[in-house]
């Protein structure tokens, strides 16, 4: 099964993803966490995608489209994959359609997990991130069991950098112009499908059980 997750900076894609991906045994591919381990690792790609990341604009197609292709023509992803945060603008959808049409494959699901602006502040700020392994916590409506501890890898628990609410917001104009249109190009493809991401997350994932089936 190849799945797109699509939303709003926090509208719960990666909480949704690691749920996916556990229950159906398919990798879970992140460029945000992939960016993220490769600045922590000091790499040239890290470096280059800070500059952008920190101020809350998309790192560049260039950068993004090799990795992703790379990364689900590897072993793992060969029964399937669930897709967070990758594709964010229409040319990386079309790239992303056009690999997998060379190898006679296409996507099964666009799975918009819809979050109305108003909500999303108030989650990012409550966000902790592990770096190590990728787990995502909120204080108040996802706590960890110990504060400020990773319950998965037991490494510390950081704020994301691009979490400060200015950025937040320069995320979200970013969201409405470059990847909304995502929303539509997936619908005419007719592999679009809506959750209310308002609700809890278990809910949420339950919709998209519902949609996914088994
Ligand atoms: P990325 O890491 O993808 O960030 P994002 O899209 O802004 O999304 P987030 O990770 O912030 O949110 P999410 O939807 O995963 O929500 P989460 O599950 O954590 O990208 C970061 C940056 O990297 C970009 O800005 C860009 O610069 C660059 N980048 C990445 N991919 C790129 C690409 N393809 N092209 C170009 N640049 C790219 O949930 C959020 C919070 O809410 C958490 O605290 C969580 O615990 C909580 N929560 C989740 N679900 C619920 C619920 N149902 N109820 C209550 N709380 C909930
Ligand atoms: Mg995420
Ligand atoms: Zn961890």
Do not use: W
């Amino acid at each position: 099964m190849k799945i797109i997750m699509l939303g709003a900076p926090g509208a719960g894609k990666g909480t949704q993803a690691k749920q996916i991906a556990d229950h159906y045994s398919i990798p879970h591919i992140s460029t945000g966490d992939i960016f993220r381990a490769n600045i922590k690792q000091g790499t040239d790609l890290g470096k280059k995608a800070k500059e952008y990341m920190d101020k809350g604009q998309l790192v560049p197609d260039e950068l993004t489209c090799d990795l992703v292709m790379d990364r689900i023509s590897q072993d793992d992803a060969k029964d399937g994959f669930v897709l967070d945060g990758f594709p964010r603008t229409i040319p990386q959808a079309e790239a992303l359609e056009k690999a997998l049409d060379a190898a006679g494959q296409k996507m099964d699901f666009a799975i918009d997990v819809d979050v109305p602006d108003d909500n999303i502040i108030g989650r990012m700020s409550g966000r902790r991130a592990c770096l190590n392994c990728g787990a995502t916590y909120h204080i108040v409506s996802i706590p960890p069991k110990t504060e400020g501890i990773c319950d998965r890898c037991g490494e510390k628990l950081v704020q994301r950098e691009d979490d400060k609410e200015e950025t937040v917001k320069n995320r979200l104009n970013v969201y409405h112009e470059q990847t909304q249109p995502l929303i539509d190009f997936y619908q005419k493809r007719d592999i679009l499908r809506t959750v209310d991401g308002t609700r809890s997350m278990e809910e949420v994932f339950s919709a998209i059980q519902a949609i996914l089936g088994a």
